[in-house]
């Protein structure tokens, strides 16, 4: 293969998205490097060293999809899924549980988590889905079966006690169904019971705001009358019922709660590690203090900080301009992303693209929050940076996949 000015030409003669894989690439270096230094001073180099060889097996699996096509991809969805689905199911029973989540499948040297291949072929699988047999996400069966092969998976995960995982299944639906045609009365209908009830857990102020964001969409979409009023009156009901229900929790159990919205209520427990990343991200300036020279990261005021964490080593050690080049980078990927969808002749892979442009944006936007305290704390790795093997290979092969729909963007499936 040869290199152009923005693609990469395969041995077909067709261009992939050279951008697309250059920004990837410099994204899993930056990982690498943020990896090694967290580790650096922690007697934890085995972690470093497991990254290194997964992102080897990764660019690997990068570069052996560039040369596969979408009509290849759509014939093995539903077999691997299939498969993907039997090892989910009897995870919660022979998996490695690490701090109460058994997702991870232990095979001696590196631990599998098959979630993270899940999310590949549920994508896959729904958009074969809405791109075949007529389907039209303005019918209610056609979602509900959408939404059907969204929650087996989701289920299954759930039974893993992963719920950030969880989360990531159903925020990928939406934007796939949107991208399918679905009226964005329809996108809220899925978001609001979401966002309504975080707000109710929030704060009765966070709950009239989001209701009140709820009420101006619908009465500027112009909607059915009566169907805004009744999913107004719903998601009402369920911020009365949530509220009522949190009231009647033990004092334990909403302390629980407390601490997973808001961690800074618990200062020496869950909210420690949020309150330690912004001090590192915040200690970085504008330049930052060097590499390996990073005060929180080599004195491990964080622990485990090359995973979910990870946002703090180029934040302290580079800076805001380190932090803004890991943004940028990520940014240019969901451009790309976007591109790509936009400009592919198959519905698949457009769809396809979506979901899983989906998946990194939804990753990025809660890990980030994460390390400034701004979303909840629920173990999602920022996308090529936070450690973790079956993350990064899943995410290398979701970028060959792209690249690979964009060398066959004039071809209808």
Partial sequence: MRFTQDDIKVNNGSSVDGILI??????????????????????????FQRQLIWAVLGTIGLVTMLFVSPRTIETVAIIIHIIILCILAVVPFVGKTVAGTTAWIDLGYFNFQPSEVAKITTILVLALYLSKHNASVRSFKTLATAGLIV?????????????????????????????????????????????????????????L???????????????????????????????????VLYDRLAPHQQSRIANFIEPGSDPLGVGYNVIQSKVAIGSGGLTGKGFLNGTQTQLNFIPAQWTDFIFC?????????????????????FIRGIRIASIVKSKFASLVTIGFIGILFFHT??????????????????????????ALFSKLIMVGLLSAFYANRKEYT
């Fill in 313 to 333: 080593v180029p934040g302290e050690e580079f800076g805001f301009i380190g932090a803004s080049i890991v943004l940028v980078l990520l940014g240019i990927v």
């Fill in 209 to 243: 705001v989001a209701l009140g964001i709820l009420l101006v969409a619908l009465i500027l979409l112009r909607e059915n009358g009566f169907a805004s009023a009744v999913v107004f009156g719903f998601n009402s009901a369920i911020a009365v019922s949530i509220q």
């Fill in 151 to 207: 929650a087996i998976p989701m289920g299954l995960v759930l039974l893993q006690a992963d719920v950030g995982t969880s989360l990531i299944f159903f925020l990928m639906y939406i934007p796939v169904v949107f991208w399918a045609g679905a009226s964005p009365f329809i996108v809220i209908v899925l978001t609001a019971p979401f966002i309504v009830g975080l707000a109710a857990l929030i704060g009765t102020s966070a709950l």
């Fill in 365 to 390: 936007v809660i890990n980030i929050g994460m390390t400034v305290g701004l979303t909840p704390v629920i173990g999602i790795p920022l996308p090529f940076l936070s450690y973790g093997g079956s």
């Fill in 22 to 47: 250059f920004c990837t690439l410099v994204l899993t270096a930056i990982g690498l490097a943020s990896i090694y230094s967290a580790t650096y001073d922690a007697g934890s180099s085995v972690y």
